[in-house]
């Protein structure tokens, strides 16, 4: 049973960093890409940053380029999204999701797991 489980979200001020995890589980990170997504109060879900199960190649949205990094551990079958100068307008659940491909080109509507989410918010 392929299952995804988001931790690392809390509270953290302007300029700060997290780094949140997206634990793998009934698949390996070689035979499905992972995207991050994120929703904020009131708005769409939004993905912004991917990683190809194949070579690992790497995506971002243009709102968070150059300031998260998305990456993996095999062995820990683990995902990680490193964010640094966090802002205000980052505050949302962040989600971890795979539509059971190799690649990076799924929107939302594709994706078939989920994890639950962990809360990031940043705040002064």
């Known amino acids: 049973q392929i299952q995804l489980m988001e931790s690392g979200g809390g509270l953290v001020q302007p300029g700060g960093s997290l780094r949140l995890s997206c634990a793998a589980s009934g698949f390996t990170l070689d035979d499905y890409a992972i995207t991050w997504f994120r929703q904020a109060p009131g708005k769409e879900r939004e993905g912004i940053s991917c990683m190809t199960s194949s070579d690992g190649s790497t995506f971002y949205h243009a709102s968070v380029k150059g300031r998260f990094t998305i990456s993996r551990d095999n062995a820990k079958n683990t995902v990680y999204l490193q964010m640094n100068s966090l802002k205000p307008e980052d505050t949302a659940v962040y989600y971890c999701?795979?539509?059971?491909?190799?690649?990076?080109?799924?929107?939302?509507?594709?994706?078939?797991?989920w994890g639950k989410g962990t809360l990031v918010t940043v705040s002064s």
């Open positions: 999701a795979t539509d059971n491909t190799v690649l990076c080109e799924g929107s939302r509507s594709d994706m078939n797991y």
